[in-house]
């Protein structure tokens, strides 16, 4: 059976190369970032840096240069290298130590802060996996700034991408993390398996996900969190494609399933309804306060449409 061509999924898709060789390389680092031509993506407590564009049109990251950087943040400023497009650097930097007012104030004349969840499906593919993984590592910079080992504060170190404990004795490396999550489309019968859980806007709906424990494979993951959430067993577990999701820290594993029976119910305190759709009602889907698809901009989203399509083959 031909496969059709897999779309990307949304954040993932970045242009630059990583340039993990120059991490541990100080004089091009420091050379680099005495160049105005190096681009500084900034991140406020996880919101991005755009610049100001009419209504309707793309949304652009906002880029400072090292100068700009520096004013801003004074030579305490941890750069975290990116990676080189073009031949121009790309660093991120956090400004999360700045109070609102202060972030604010001097960030305003290059743009404002945006909440990438709103912004993620408007952008160009290439940006929004830029924007993306500036907020997952500045995210991991302020979230362990302790060491977990001994407790004493930890500094950056190969150039954003490590840090590492100041107590000479302890000295552990720590290094960005990323949690996995499993994310399935489970069918059954032409229908496919939609959730809602209490705590989410009116009307959403998405297919099942959840953490992947210690000790556990993906596909016993998708088999569990299907029993927890939903009560019924599953077959033909396949692994389907995987996303970026820098919601704090997570890589989305995308799954795809066969139910062996149709009685999911509610089973997890946290879910309001669990039902089954079909491609009629999913293609006409109502969009408002009584049931919407998961975002465009949703590994979940694209499980959704690559089953409605499925039934077009
Ligand atoms: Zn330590």
């Known amino acids: 059976m031909d496969r059709p061509v897999r779309r990307r999924n949304v954040y993932e898709g970045l242009t630059l190369d990583r340039t993990a060789e120059r991490r541990r390389d100080p004089d091009w680092l420091a050379t680099r970032l005495a160049d105005k031509a190096s681009r500084i ?69 290059f743009g404002a802060l945006a909440e990438l969840r709103s912004i993620g499906a408007l952008l160009d593919e290439g940006d929004a996996a830029m924007l993306a993984y500036g907020r997952a590592i500045t995210t991991w910079h302020n979230r362990h700034r302790f060491c977990g080992v001994c407790g004493h504060p930890t500094r950056s170190e190969e150039a954003g991408h490590m840090r590492r404990c100041v107590n000479e004795a302890c000295g552990a490396s720590h290094f960005p993390r990323t949690d996995p999550a499993v994310i399935m489309a489970i069918e059954h019968d032409n229908r496919l398996l939609l959730a809602r859980q209490f705590s989410w806007p009116p009307g959403m709906f998405s297919v099942l996900a ?48 066969r139910a062996l029976t149709d009685d999911a119910r509610p089973v997890e305190d946290d879910i309001e309804t669990i039902g089954w759709y079909d491609r009629a009602f999913l293609r006409n889907s109502p ?27």
């Open 210 to 257: 959840g953490f992947v424990e210690p000790g556990e494979s993906l596909e016993e993951t998708v088999a569990r969190e299907t029993w927890e959430e939903a009560g019924i067993r599953l077959t033909d577990i396949r692994y389907h494609s995987s996303q970026p999701w820098p919601f704090p820290a997570s890589i989305m594993l995308g799954f795809t399933a």
């Open 287 to 313: 969009e408002d306060e009584t049931f919407k698809l998961p975002s465009r901009h949703s590994i979940a989203r694209r499980l959704v449409d690559d089953w409605i399509e499925a039934g077009d083959r």
């Open 41 to 109: 993506l900034p991140v406020w407590r996880e919101r991005n840096l755009v610049r100001a564009v009419p209504d309707g049109e793309t949304p652009l990251p906002a880029w400072l240069s090292p100068d700009d950087a520096l004013t801003i943040c004074g030579a305490e400023a941890e750069f975290v290298l990116l990676g080189v497009a073009d031949d121009v650097a790309h660093f991120a930097l956090s400004l999360s130590h700045l109070e609102e007012e202060a972030a604010l104030a001097a960030i305003g004349p």
